[in-house]
């Protein structure tokens, strides 16, 4: 069981800037994918970022690519994504999402593949 706590989600108006965190419970992360995903109430949760474990791929959807980071440090076993030059469609709940297994491109964006996920923090982007 991987127990993943997010955390850094808030309001900020359009074009500010957040950092979101997740922090996991298991030593052996530094093996895992880790991803965000955000949802918006009635629709299905989307794809945002992923991070391989080894070789530290990343992988964004293009809404988030130029604005947005992911990275990981596996020293303290959390992965981060900041964000900037937030819009207010960016608005939605955030979850980190963590996959025990391996994937590569396309497969590392499908919430089926991930095994654990956190609690979600709300991200919201004023006008």
């Known amino acids: 069981q991987v127990h993943l706590v997010d955390s850094g989600g808030g309001l900020v108006q359009a074009g500010g800037s957040l950092r979101l965190s997740c922090a996991a419970s298991?030593?052996?992360?530094?093996?895992?994918?880790m991803g965000w995903f955000r949802q918006v109430p009635g629709k299905e949760r989307e794809f945002v970022a992923a991070?391989?474990?080894?070789?530290?791929?990343?992988y964004y959807v293009d809404s988030a690519k130029g604005r947005f980071t992911i990275s990981r440090d596996n020293a303290k076993n959390t992965v981060y994504l900041q964000m900037n030059s937030l819009k207010p469609e960016d608005t939605a709940v955030y979850y980190c999402?963590?996959?025990?297994?391996?994937?590569?491109?396309?497969?590392?964006?499908?919430?089926?593949?991930?095994?654990?996920w956190g609690q979600g923090t709300q991200v919201t982007v004023s006008s």
């Open positions: 298991e030593r052996t992360f530094n093996g895992y994918v």
């Open positions: 991070i391989t474990g080894t070789a530290g791929s990343t």
């Open positions: 999402a963590a996959d025990l297994g391996y994937c590569s491109g396309y497969g590392c964006m499908r919430a089926t593949g991930y095994d654990f």
